[in-house]
């Protein structure tokens, strides 16, 4: 009697047919990668609103807008963990994103390495006001805070001090960001102590927020950096992001194993460890983060221009700076991104500007350094190295760049050019991961770290956050040398449901939408 009713049941189950979906478009014929690990599948997408209606196969009723996707690829939208889009979002033009969207991008993070707006109500509120072309989402910026209550100086807060930057980010997390996130290298945050850390990172655990962190030394104390933030997971309770993880600097090649096996270590231990990383073997950040020792940069531009012509310290800084130049190749590794006050200076490497003018390297960083400063792309980071992070499950991919529009600078090539290279060269063409892997972490993956509701994955109910992309041509253009050219090969790409590029052009809608976390 029960296997002749199960027989029944399969029978009945084969014949009853799906109700057909209500549609406004739908995905036909697509290689669906769904954002896990799982291969890609052909089948349909229906999307109605804002949202993913069906997935699969499915009958539609009604009269949908049937796209022809044979041969091209769909995925979710990719997630942006690392950006500092915060202000170029907030103006004009740059608040559409469009050298995100043409890499496939529909949600964009902000308040990395520990820069940007502290007051979240109202950032959120200008950027519903002016419109943004992806999703956005924000974490507290701990450099801003602890600016806000102690200036730019070297020395641990005040119990007073200590409780109102607890409070800013208590605000910042009822606001809706998904976390706290620091910058150890840059000022103010470099000085402050890991306790000062735990304590912040602590509120932000309360509201089940996470904590990022450009950690404090990429270079030689590259283990010692992980060492603390894992430190910080265990006192704080709470789950922690390494941002554009790398070993960077020519002393430390070869150094990604250990980082990886200490990794490795602390999730098998139950800590909630993860990372992101930009496809590139070149950095980019100013040039005084990089060869200035941050004890010398305490205070305004004034204070470290009066440190330098100081008869005491003045000597000890510039041989301090020379170092760090003679560590980085004798200046033939940096290379010049932004500078107003020679333009043409950019694009060219301290060793070859310093030839041209028939000076040291070090009197061009000094030149620069009393101009205000300078943007820089340093190479810095073996390939080897680069491959072997980004082959970690718990890698997501994110740009660290920003929303910008083509300019007379010569930046990092990233901004343009991160997802479309990762996918097109490193998993369709050089093959070190597979497609799946990596749009997995540029979607489900950074999702998951994101603890994001209903989006990262192609699943019915998800908001149509979706990316169509045509795989033979999906590739980054942007280099070096031209790095403001966006990437090419995507069709199609849904922002909660409206099309942002239609047939590789931009609609010029603005869909994006702000993203706040809820604590409880
Ligand atoms: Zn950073």
Redesign the pocket.
Known sequence: MLPLLIVAFLFFTEEQPEPAVEADVVLKGATLYDGSANPGKVGDIAIKGDRIVAVGKFTTKGKPRVLDCTGLIVSPGFIDLHTHSDYPLQAPKTNANFNYQTQGVTTVVTG??GSGPVDVAAYFAKLEKIGVGTNVIHQVPHNDVRSKIMGNSNREPTAKELKMMEDLVDQGMKDGAYGLAT?LIYNPGTYAKTDEIIALAKVAARHKGMYAS?IRDENSGVLTAIEEIIEIARRAGIRIHI??IKVSGRNVWGKAPDVIAMIRRARKDGIEVTADQYPYTASS?SLSATVIPAKYREGSAKDLIKRLDDVEIGPKMKKAIEQRIEAHVGGKSIKIARYTKSIGWQGKDLFTIAQTEKKTTLDIVLDITRNGGAQIVHFGMSDEDVRLFMKETYVATAS?GSSMLPANTVPHPRSYGTFARKIGRFAIEDQVISIEQAIRSASGLPADILKLPERGYLKAGYYADIVVFDPKTLRDKATYDRPHQYSTGVKYLFVNGRLAIEEYKATEVLPGRVLRHESK
């Open positions: 990395n390495c910058g450009h941002s554009h950040t660290d």
